[in-house]
């Protein structure tokens, strides 16, 4: 027993409390980090940000510059603030669309007041001049403030399958013409057919036969004053039917033609149609009930 080594005692760290100290100073010190990264604003990346949103809801697209990582960007000076185009903040309250008076209030075009004023004199003038046939249920006019339809049964118009006027209706068309021709007005013929297919040499489709006439109609008119810069020929086929093409009478009824007179001009040609005005189109034929991006239903 005296021989025998005293076991070795191990030895207490009295200094164990330091490590997980330590990790709390480095804990502490990356939250601090952190929330004064997160409370610091970089001007220039709010800036290009701001300017990116703005592009992206308010303006065409547009190539973006690359941002330089990695460098301090610096708070602009006065002068750059002078250089850069200024960017209006973005209200996502503030409604996309503004109203027709809005959009009618921003357009300087020559003329469209006095048409404005003189739409209901001209509806006023095609009813007594197609009072006979509004009577007979062959033409319909409905009208607006800023609008006109005359809607044309095309069997007055046109034998079938064809695109070619017949001759009773040239006097017809004329004479709705010079009415036309007195106003700054623009004109949108609409060509229409019923469901029953067609396959000739001349008209594949009821696609092309609904062009076809309503481009005939618009020749017409150039050729009797109407200026061919403020009309449009637009073919929609069996696609915009007003009654059901179950029926001999509900065919007869879809085959037609709609002329559209809004009030306004556009611009020359080869200067292009502004975006207000396009979108001025689109709002007055969406009071006449039929938007152009969905199929009437019989």
């Known amino acids: 027993m005296a021989g025998r080594k005293k076991k070795h005692e191990e030895h207490q760290n009295h200094e164990a409390w330091a490590i997980p100290y330590a990790d709390l100073l480095t804990l502490l010190l990356a939250f601090f980090v952190v929330m004064y990264a997160i409370s610091s604003v970089n001007e220039g990346k709010y800036r290009i940000l701001s300017e990116s949103l703005i592009s992206a809801f308010k303006a065409p697209p547009k190539a973006v510059d690359p941002v330089q990582v990695g460098e301090v960007i610096r708070t602009p000076t006065p002068s750059m603030v002078q250089s850069t185009p200024e960017s209006a903040p973005i209200d996502l309250g503030e409604p996309m669309s503004r109203s027709l008076e809005e959009i009618l209030g921003d357009l300087d075009m020559q003329g469209l007041s006095e048409a ?23 033409i319909d006019v409905g009208r607006d403030r800023l609008w006109i339809e005359v809607e044309i049964n ?21 004479r709705l013409a010079g009415i036309l021709s007195q106003f700054p007005v623009r004109v949108h013929v609409e060509g229409h057919t019923d469901d029953v297919p067609i396959n000739t040499s001349v008209y594949p489709s009821n696609w092309e036969l609904s062009a076809g006439r309503a481009a005939t109609v618009v020749n017409l008119f150039a050729r009797n004053g109407v200026d061919p810069d403020q009309m449009a020929a637009i073919g929609f086929g069996e696609y915009r039917p007003i009654a059901s093409n179950d029926t ?16 306004g001009q556009r611009p020359r040609t080869g200067q292009g149609a502004p975006p207000e005005l396009l979108q001025e189109d689109m709002e007055l034929l969406l009071q006449r009930g039929r938007d152009p991006g969905e199929e009437d239903v019989p």
């Open 154 to 174: 095309t069997s007055i118009l046109f034998d079938s399958g064809s695109a070619q006027l017949a001759p009773d209706a040239v006097p017809i068309l004329e």
């Open 116 to 138: 404005i004023l003189g739409i209901n004199t001209m509806a006023d003038e095609i009813e007594r001049a197609m009072a006979p046939l509004i009577e007979s249920g062959m």
């Open 248 to 263: 001999p009478e509900g065919r007869m009824k879809n085959r037609r033609v709609n002329i559209v007179i809004l009030a």
